[in-house]
């Protein structure tokens, strides 16, 4: 099958795309207005956000094996939204983290980063996440040039690991669901070794 | 329009939980039936009436009420049965609920033995028999940082184990969690703990008046994802203290392993005494969130008392120990 075409995929697949990565922020809320969010709302609400992060920072490091192996060029054209949408989430993820589980009590919120290792990975993943949401649209890509955007954008890579561990070591035993993450980010990140990508690219 | 305030409402008038349940079982089973296309009307009558009287016999009959029991606003029960934490039948939080029907809890036995006058094993009607059951409302804290407010029906755990006569070597009370893979799902997980589970207090622990064993939720027979037939609930310690689906109660001369404890020594203490001053590497333990209510009512954490709020039955069974150490 051939991929789509680039007009294409800019017209039509972009704006799918973008409601669709709305809709769990859109469901969420409606679930809290009808009471549908289980036992524990805040929890759901926070493991929600979290995980959508977390899927939305692995479809965007889809895009370039993609664009490469299925010559789809003009999913490029969908990587930044797609980053931005995983930005989204662990900002609600964090909101919901300082707000409802802290009540931004700044001493229970560091004590809360210090003590908990999994806390420390996890925030660190978003502050490694706030430069590439500030300097994601065009007008810092000119002023950072081409090459040292690209060098800041690797970034990426650690956000994406440090969520996996932040997942991982947030389990008490049962590990299945973050080990499903660390295989899928295992492959995207072979992927891109230069070996196995000058096979496809 | 006659709008009547809440005083002028007759007691009789309110829909007891029973029904309630039974409407709710009938409405569930409609609308499956009416999803299939299925749904003559003549026979929901019957329906109903079938539920109801299911619902009856699942109720208990005489219930004193405990002085022990907290004012404070019952969990609804469809939260106190849909979030568990019962690694048995799955480690999810709604896994519990949908594999309880796996459990069988009839015939069921307890096995007592050890340090005791008479050990053996006793049919579980047999081990209810002399008696008396209470409602005990209890708050219930859990280590990962949320509580509820439970309505048990049960009896002192320091009643059962004075009638099978602890000799002066009981020390300690070991308990057991039934093993049988093919009924609890969870025990055949590829992430699972050692099986079975097991819990274990000090004697004057267990012996305290507020250590219960609990066979009933709500006025009904306990269902089986709280840990049917037969649990205990340590209101004081963090819930996995409260070991379910007994089977075996041993009284023994040295401190019992206890399978949290054997999985993560350093976060999980033999105590776990609910303790807002010992954070786990985890959680936190300074705030709890209740469970409860509407969506907004539970947006904000409350403090975490010592004790779990039973410091003052229970404080002095720790006099002159460092619950830091003790944790």
């Known amino acids: 099958m051939k991929a789509p075409s680039p007009d294409i995929t800019l017209r039509y697949i972009k704006p799918f795309v973008f409601v669709l990565c709305l809709l769990p922020a859109v469901f969420l809320c409606g679930q809290a207005l009808m009471d549908q969010l289980g036992a524990n709302p805040v929890e759901t609400i926070l493991h929600s956000t979290g995980e959508w992060a977390l899927r939305l920072l692995l479809l965007t490091l889809c895009v370039t ?137 | 329009m006659l709008i009547r305030s809440s005083s002028k409402i007759k007691s009789s008038e309110i829909t007891s939980h029973s029904v309630y349940q039974a409407r709710r079982d009938f409405m569930r089973d409609m609308g499956g039936l009416a999803l299939a296309g299925l749904a003559p009307a003549a026979c929901s009558s019957t329906e109903a009436e079938g539920q109801s009287k299911k619902t009856q016999e699942k109720r208990f009959a005489h219930l004193e009420r405990s002085p022990f029991s907290t004012d404070e606003t019952p969990t609804p029960h469809s939260k106190i049965t849909h979030y568990n934490n019962f690694y048995e039948l799955g480690t999810g939080k709604s896994d519990p609920a949908k594999y309880a029907h796996r459990l069988r809890t009839q015939p069921w036995s307890v096995t007592i033995d050890g340090a005791v006058e008479k050990p053996g094993t006793y049919q579980l009607e047999d081990i209810l028999k002399p008696h008396t059951l209470e409602e005990r409302i209890y708050r219930l804290r859990c280590v990962e940082t949320w509580s509820m407010v439970v309505p048990w029906v049960g009896f002192s755990l320091g009643d059962l184990l004075k009638r099978f006569q602890p000799t002066s070597k009981a020390k300690f009370v070991a308990f057991e969690t039934l093993h049988d893979p093919e009924q609890m799902p969870g025990q055949r997980s590829l992430f699972s703990l050692q099986w079975p589970y097991a819990e274990g207090l000090r004697m004057d622990e267990a012996l305290h008046p507020l250590t219960l064993l609990a066979v009933g939720l709500y006025g009904e027979v306990l269902p089986s994802q709280n840990g049917a037939p037969i649990r205990l609930v340590v209101p004081w310690k963090y819930g996995f203290k409260s070991i379910k689906s007994l089977v075996r109660i041993t009284l023994l001369e040295e401190q019992p392993p206890t399978t949290w404890h054997l999985m993560a020594p350093d976060e999980y203490g033999f105590y776990a005494n609910v303790n807002p001053d010992v954070s786990h590497p985890r959680w936190s333990q300074a705030k709890e969130r209740r469970l409860g209510g509407s969506f907004f009512e539970n947006l904000i954490k409350q403090e975490t008392l010592p004790f779990n709020g039973y410091a003052e039955q229970v404080a002095h069974l720790y006099q002159g120990m460092d619950l830091h150490q003790h944790f």
């Open chain 1, 65 to 201: 094996p993609l664009r490469r192996g299925w010559r789809w060029h003009g999913l490029i054209r969908l990587r930044r939204m797609l980053g931005l949408y995983a930005f989204f989430y662990a900002v609600l993820h964090l909101c919901v983290w300082v707000v409802f589980e802290h009540f931004f009590d700044v001493h229970a919120l560091l004590n809360d980063i210090l003590k908990h290792p999994y806390i420390m990975v996890g925030m660190a993943a978003f502050l490694l996440m706030l430069p590439l949401a500030i300097t994601s649209n065009q007008y810092m890509l000119k002023r950072l040039g081409g090459a040292q955007w690209q060098q800041l954008h690797r970034l990426v890579y650690l956000v994406a690991i440090a969520a996996v561990i932040h997942f991982w070591w947030k389990m008490k035993l049962d590990i299945s669901e973050p080990l499903i993450y660390a295989v899928i980010l295992g492959i995207l990140l072979m992927l891109r070794h230069p070996a196995i990508a000058k096979r496809y690219g």
